[in-house]
């Protein structure tokens, strides 16, 4: 994949909004800022699809990868954007960086740890905050925010 | 005191969210620490013990507490002997773990350089054994190791 992806994911309470530009996205930041729920909901989405109530907008498909079976799934998942939660141990070892290498797919990583195996740009680290656009609203709206920027 | 044992440890609980959803107990929910902790990070109200309101999120159950909440609550009440991911938490717990600390040994591991704060405080650096007491002094050790 090339280029940068606008997501847009929603419900009835949360609005994200932001854009994936490069291969690999680091998010990290405070507890509780809403890094995981964004992950839920778009894992909830790619499971459920419409029928979740969730709105998912991208022009790619957006899958979570966890758990022991990261890599067969990884090997059938191609031009998507794969978001990864924080403490998934497996994104910390070489064999992960390998598969990162070759992949056709972005993915944007949760962790707080430091990922010496992986080249990302300082760039591509991001926190989570709500947006001041639309502070007061019922709805929260989130956004991206570079933390080295 | 606070213990930390720099990058990976052999047994360490690396995701300790995922333990908390499984090990958890009503009555650490409903504890006036855990209360505190709950509303300083996760900005929500303990209800009962099934039920945490948030303000983003409505009516939750500790299931869906931030990890790094799920956590400082396994810092605090767990007596398993486990000893847990502080990276999970967020900077913003920071202080949590220095007071959970104050009233019972504590170790955790970490995997970033977490920003205590000036100091002062004491955390033992297990690696090495050196005790450490304020920022310049934390600085000068996390990062030969993390």
Known sequence: MKGAYELTVQNKRIHYQFTIKRNITVIRGDSATGKTTLLEMIETYSQNGISSGIDLKCTVPCIVLHGGDWKQRLSYTHNSIVFIDECNDFIRREEFASEVKRSDNYFVIVTRDDLPNLSYSVEEIYGIRMSKQYAGLKKTYNEFYQIYG | MLKVYLGDMEGEVYNPPVYFDNQYEDEWITDEFAEKMISDIDKSTVVSPHIIESPFLGAITPKELSGGVKTL????????GNIFNATACGDNCAKWILKIAESKDLTVTLHHGMRFGEGPYEIMIMNTGKI???????LDVVFDYV
């Open chain 2, 132 to 138: 450490v007491h304020n920022r310049q002094e934390w």
């Open chain 2, 73 to 80: 609550i396994l810092m605090k009440y767990d007596d398993s």
